[in-house]
């Protein structure tokens, strides 16, 4: 399994940007995707996850960027995308795209503890 992001770039408070996870090695339906954050010094932050077990798609975000923030995938390319707008200096992190095999519908998480598979990270800065 393999994961690497893309997108990441330095862009002004209010601005927009479109992150890329390209997977390989695995079929992206049959995983829990998330995207996740993180600053130095602190903890890994879960930004969205989403899944289709079963055939209904489910999403979850974190509180910080509902309404801002969309997680969407493409099966067909093994692709995972988040959508960014409305950036403030608070959503400078690294961004990573991750992964983990579920087989229950309702079993997506937020919890990096649950992700086996990891990207490499792309960098976001709002200023």
């Known amino acids: 399994v393999q994961l690497v992001e893309s997108g990441g770039d330095s862009v002004p408070v209010g601005g927009s940007l479109r992150l890329s996870c390209a997977g390989s090695g695995f079929t992206l339906s049959d995983y829990c995707m998330g995207w996740f954050r993180q600053v130095p010094g602190m903890g890994r932050e879960g930004v969205a996850s989403?899944?289709?077990?079963?055939?209904?798609?489910?999403?979850a975000y974190a509180d910080s960027v509902k309404g801002r923030f969309t997680i969407s995938k493409d099966n067909a390319k093994n692709a995972l995308y988040l959508q960014m707008n409305s950036l403030n200096a608070e959503d400078t992190a690294m961004y990573y795209c991750a992964a983990f095999r579920v087989v229950t519908p309702g079993s997506c998480t937020r919890d990096h503890n649950a992700y086996d598979y990891w990207g490499q990270g792309t960098q976001v800065t709002v200023s």
């Open positions: 989403m899944n289709d077990i079963g055939g209904d798609e489910a999403t």
